[in-house]
Every structure is written in C-alpha cells, then in structure tokens.
C-alpha cells in the first residue's frame, strides 16, 4: 500500500505564507510526477503545481510567482511553499504523486487526504 500524507496547513492572514509538505510512504518502486491541487467550497478542484522527478515545475497561471514547489526524491516528499495568499485561495490542498509500486509496473496516480488552508484575518 501507498500513503500520502500532508502536513502544514492552517490559518493565515492575507498576504502571509504557509509551507505545505507531502510525504509518499509505503511500497513505492519509483516516483515520477508529484504536484498540489486544491478545491475550494463549492468549486471544482484545481491543479496547482507540479514537479517531475527531474525538477521541471509548472504551475497555474494563478499562483505564478508567488507559489513555490519542490521534492526530496530521496524522501519521496513535496512540498508547496505559499506566499502572499490570498483569501479566495482559501481550500482543502491535495497532494498527488504519480508513481509505480514495483519494477516495470504500471504508473499510478495516488493522492492524500488533503490539509486545510484558510486565508482571513
């Protein structure tokens, strides 16, 4: 089995930062693509950043130059540095990590329970 868990979310002021940390455990052979997505009340989740083994990012076109992602491969961990938060990105952050549990095994997508952020003063 595979677990991803989040850590780091919580309440912050508007235009403040928060760190966000992933952790992939379990039996994991190799890890490819690992991002951040959230989904805010009422809306639809949304792909927020993501990093490739090799450390190619991307990111929406919202949190551009503000948001910050980055991996540990040896760790099997991501992380999503946040800064100048806004309170419309208030929402529940997922981590993902796609990612194969044995030799020449198939990709797979697994994802965490998610972490909430709130951005209010």
């Known amino acids: 089995q595979v677990h991803l868990v989040e850590s780091g979310g919580g309440l912050v002021q508007p235009g403040g930062s928060l760190r966000l940390s992933c952790a992939a455990s379990?039996?994991?052979?190799?890890?490819?693509?690992m991002g951040w997505s959230r989904q805010a009340p009422g809306k639809q989740r949304e792909l927020v950043a993501t990093?490739?083994?090799?450390?190619?990012?991307n990111y929406a076109d919202s949190v551009k130059g503000r948001f910050t992602i980055s991996r540990d491969n040896a760790k099997n961990t991501v992380y999503l540095q946040m800064n100048s938060l806004k309170p419309e990105e208030t929402a529940v952050y997922y981590c993902y990590a796609e990612l194969t549990t044995v030799r020449g095994g198939v990709r797979a997508d697994y994802w965490g329970q998610g972490t909430q952020v709130t951005v209010s003063s």
């Open positions: 379990g039996s994991i052979f190799s890890t490819y693509v």
């Open positions: 990093i490739t083994s090799g450390g190619t990012t």
